[in-house]
């Protein structure tokens, strides 16, 4: 990767996103989100910067509401380590 560039890859599994999808039929798209919240894992002494990726879909909606839709709304969690997900 050429210098000053960026790639982010998120990975989300088949069946959780097409559960998601099929929950939701009239869904026109995923929406895929990304936050970094700092965090203090359990056991840890400083705390960390931590991913947290997640997929919704997008009903077409344009009111505010459903544009500043937060983590706890339907959805999935997604991960940042392609090409699979390091559980832990």
């Known amino acids: ?3 000053g560039e960026c790639k982010i890859e998120f990975y989300f599994k088949k069946e959780e996103l097409l559960k998601l999808l099929e929950k939701h039929p009239k869904a026109k798209g995923v929406i895929v989100s990304q ?3 700092k965090e203090k894992p359990k056991g ?3 705390y960390v910067n931590v ?3 997640r997929a919704r879909v997008d ?5 505010k ?3 500043s839709k937060k983590d706890g709304d ?3 969690n997604g991960c940042p380590f ?3 997900c390091n559980e832990g």
């Open 82 to 84: 392609p090409p699979g």
């Open 51 to 53: 991913v947290h990726i």
């Open 44 to 46: 840890a002494l400083n």
């Open 35 to 37: 936050r970094i919240l």
């Open 74 to 76: 339907d959805g999935i």
């Open 1 to 3: 990767m050429a210098t």
């Open 65 to 67: 509401a459903a544009v």
């Open 59 to 63: 009903l077409g909606k344009t009111t």
